[in-house]
């Protein structure tokens, strides 16, 4: 196992948590159905990532990008 680095684009206030595909530079679209205010919507991007790859909350990291709808993610031991 060992350190996966994704880009995503994350689009808030959506009806559900899912990813919906990959833009042409191969970012990820994410929706989200929490609101993009106070971290919500981070919180429940962590939680769904660490959900989708099977790693505690804890192994995943928004390592850029914390106020952006663009971000980099790190997640620790994923199998890609």
Avoid: C, W
Avoid at 7 to 35: C, F, H, Q, W, Y
Avoid at 49 to 60: I, N, P, S, T, W
Avoid at 70 to 79: H, N, S
């Amino acid at each position: 196992m060992s350190d996966l680095v994704v880009r995503i684009k994350v689009i808030p206030k959506s009806p559900k948590n899912e990813i919906v595909g990959a833009m042409a530079d191969g970012t990820l679209k994410v929706r989200i159905a929490a609101v993009a205010e106070k971290g919500k919507a981070n919180a429940e991007l962590i939680g769904f990532l660490a959900k989708h790859y099977g790693v505690a909350r804890a192994d995943v990291e928004i390592m850029t990008g914390e106020t952006s709808q663009l971000k980099q993610v790190r997640i620790r031991g994923a199998l890609r």
